[in-house]
């Protein structure tokens, strides 16, 4: 398309403009409806670059609206010099705005399971079928005062109060916003214990399983220990003579050490309270039975004096008895 000044030449005074100079100007005229362009007298201004830069820009009077980078293809609203494919500079206020329509959800990503959806009732979900991603102190500048922050009751950085900050350092805060450790909870905190309990039977049981006494866990790692506290009224009847009460995994002591407790016997018919407190270690991920096994005592006749077998008992007038495990990291 040629420039006014060279169209203006053609029909200067004594100029005999000829074929190809009217096929000019004419081809530089707007026509709307063969071109599809519409401007009204109100409608903005475009024009062909943006001070001066090569692009499309879209303004008013009061300056460039849309601007398109030529080369790049790049976007700018309230900009001439877009950054990215899309660039949005305003000072401040709501910049882009995502009004789904009821009961629907628009989604802003690669598809929408990979996607920042937001939905009309529910409000906003950032939605991954892959991995998922935060990344703070990218720079890796070691300053250690960056984090991320869940917030609740506000808008923006400091509105309302924090429910969760995760610390650069990996120290995670829920209910306070200085964590002093892997994990500092400022308020109730409630763990999950599996257990298994019952008011008796007493068992008389002096060489095997206590098949009342069972608990059925579920180990989730293979890496972890299982914290087990057993509580019981047991008794050993004899002189000279003790028995083991022996806590027991899929009918096999513990793997990374046996935990047990015996009870001594020099005379008399004692039934006392006892805990047995212990950490199983290298016991596989998977579902397990965690039991209770009676025996004599290494060390210790297995007969009391006379010859009759250890008189071993558990339980006593159907008192409480309690297995308690879960799963916990040793250091």
């Known amino acids: 398309m040629k420039p006014r000044s060279t169209l203006k030449s053609y029909f200067t005074k004594g100029a005999i403009p000829k074929e190809a100079d009217f096929a000019d100007l004419i081809d530089s005229v707007l026509i709307q409806d063969e071109d599809t362009i519409f401007k009204s007298a109100n409608d903005p201004k475009q024009k062909p670059a943006g001070a001066g830069k090569p692009g499309l820009s879209i303004g008013d009077s009061g300056g460039d609206r849309l601007f398109i980078e030529s080369g790049s293809g790049n976007v700018g609203i309230g900009t001439i010099t877009p950054g990215a494919k899309l660039d949005v500079a305003q000072g401040s206020g709501l910049a882009i705005k995502v009004e789904p329509a009821a009961a629907s959800s628009v989604y802003i990503g690669r598809s929408d399971v990979h996607s920042l959806e937001f939905d009309y009732a529910f409000g906003t979900v950032l939605n991954s ?88 866990f579920s180990k989730q790692y293979d890496d972890t220990a299982i914290r087990i506290l057993y509580c019981d009224n047991i008794r050993v009847l004899g002189t000279n003579v003790a028995a083991r009460w022996e806590i027991r995994i899929d009918s096999n002591s513990v793997p990374g050490g046996a935990i047990f407790q015996d009870k001594y016997d020099e005379g008399g018919n004692r039934h006392m309270p006892t805990t047995i407190l212990g950490y199983a270690t290298r016991v596989g991920a998977g579902v397990h039975e965690i039991q209770i096994w009676v025996s004599p005592a290494p060390g210790y006749p297995a007969t009391a004096s006379g010859g009759s077998p250890v008189d071993a008992y558990t339980g006593w007038l159907n008192s409480r008895w309690t297995i308690e495990a879960q799963e916990v990291w040793l250091k």
């Open 129 to 216: 079928s892959a991995n998922l991603s935060f990344n703070i102190d990218s720079d890796n500048d070691d300053t250690n005062t960056r984090y991320v922050d869940f917030r609740t009751n506000g808008k923006g950085a400091t509105g309302g109060s924090s429910l969760l900050r995760i610390l650069e350092n990996g120290n995670v805060g829920i209910g306070t916003t200085e964590p002093k450790a892997k994990l500092t909870v400022t308020g109730d905190l409630i763990r999950r214990v599996a257990i298994a309990t019952g008011l008796g039977p007493g068992d008389d049981t002096d060489n095997g399983q206590i098949k009342s006494r069972v608990l059925s």
